[in-house]
């Protein structure tokens, strides 16, 4: 069983930038793909990024587009979500969740993930 576990979160000014980090505490995660969600209060859970196994695809919706990087580095096991131009609207827990067997296009289904994390806190202050 994979125990993912995030770091980075924080409070920042709209505007500034941060960097969350995720890993697993037992197991790798060198041949999942990965993705990254949120969930605001009173909010649904939403998707944020994705990247292939190999890191050679990524995706995002258009509302981090341009914003947020995903990347891996499979030798260190580590999963990072760059996030840059933030918004007050950004404001969320961050989670991040890994796949065992992921279906072609089901990239940003929740359901498509086996392991998730415990979440990280994002406060952006207007």
């Known amino acids: 069983q994979v125990q993912l576990v995030e770091s980075g979160g924080g409070v920042v000014q709209a505007g500034g930038s941060l960097r969350l980090s995720c890993s697993p505490s037992g197991g790798a995660i060198g041949r999942n793909p990965m993705a990254w969600f949120r969930q605001a209060p009173g909010q649904e859970r939403e998707f944020v990024a994705f990247?292939?196994?190999?890191?050679?695809?990524?995706y995002y919706p258009d509302s981090v587009k341009g914003r947020f990087t995903i990347s891996r580095d499979n030798a260190k096991n580590t999963v990072t979500l760059q996030m840059n131009s933030l918004k007050p609207e950004d404001t969320a827990v961050y989670y991040c969740?890994?796949?065992?067997?992921?279906?072609?296009?089901?990239?940003?289904?929740?359901?498509?993930?086996?392991?998730w994390g415990q979440g990280t806190q994002v406060t952006v202050s207007s």
């Open positions: 969740a890994a796949s065992r067997f992921l279906s072609p296009r089901m990239y940003s289904d929740q359901g498509s993930y086996d392991y």
């Open positions: 990247i292939s196994w190999s890191g050679g695809s990524t």
